[in-house]
């Protein structure tokens, strides 16, 4: 009778085990490691901020309203007086002066408009850190010669849906959008609003204000997109 085989011994493979804890420590880390990434990120407008509205010099007062909390620029098209459609967001990387009115835009918000180009002007080699917006909130009509004079003098304008505006450009309770000069920062967000009426002792003190908005921001923010 042959003799039966011998049964192999049978091969153990022992696996590292996972350390107890080590799914948790890896799942704080990733977190930590995001909340830096959006801190560097948000860091330098804190910053712009901090020194606008706290570090001024004494007896300084800010003559602009400070939106609370700040509005995020909507994922939301705007189109421009071709039709064309553009986002909103494509806005961002620069200093915004924006003005909200009817694409009719009577005597008043013509002037409003002039005091924004004037605004823009004003700021010497500052200038091209900022872009002068009109943000029509309706489907009127805008006179062929109001929008060639806006187009040669570097304005944007676009149609808006009026509830997309509302929600990026508020205005306080009891007011119109059209009462006000809102300040857009680099990154979409709208921190700031003027009266929208200004006699030559109130624009001064807007001037004031956004130059030294911009001395603030100057570390983070250069001029053109």
């Known amino acids: 009778m042959s003799r039966p085989q011998s049964d192999?011994?049978?091969?153990?493979?022992?696996?590292?085990?996972?350390t107890p804890g080590a799914s948790a420590r890896s799942a704080?880390?990733?977190r930590l490691k995001l909340l830096a990434?959006?801190?560097?990120?948000s860091l330098p407008v804190l910053v712009a901020y901090f020194v606008f509205y706290v570090v001024r010099p004494h007896g300084e007062a800010s003559f602009g309203e400070l939106v609370t909390p700040v509005r995020p620029v909507p994922e939301a098209p705007g189109y421009d007086l071709d039709g064309t459609k553009v986002a909103l967001s494509s806005l961002k990387a620069q200093w915004l002066l924006v003005k909200v009115d009817g694409g009719a835009c009577v005597k008043d918000c013509q002037k409003q408009l002039t005091v924004l180009r004037q605004f823009r002007l004003m700021l010497g080699k500052d200038m091209g850190r900022i872009d002068w917006l009109w943000l029509i909130n309706d489907r009127a009509p805008v006179s062929p010669t109001l929008a060639a004079g806006l187009k040669h003098d570097d304005a944007t304008v676009l149609r808006v849906d009026a509830d997309t505006l509302v929600a990026w450009l508020p205005a306080p309770a009891g007011k119109a959008q059209q009462d006000f000069i809102y300040v857009?920062?680099?990154m979409g967000n709208t921190m700031m609003r003027f009266p929208?009426?200004?006699d030559s002792a109130a624009a001064?003190?807007?001037k004031r204000d956004l130059?030294?908005?911009l001395r603030a921001s100057l570390t983070w923010d250069s001029p053109g997109r």
């Open 8 to 18: 192999e011994a049978l091969g153990l493979v022992v696996h590292t085990l996972p």
């Open 28 to 30: 704080v880390s990733g």
């Open 37 to 41: 990434v959006l801190l560097a990120c």
């Open 184 to 186: 857009v920062d680099p």
């Open 196 to 198: 929208a009426r200004l």
């Open 204 to 206: 001064a003190k807007a």
């Open 211 to 213: 130059e030294h908005l």
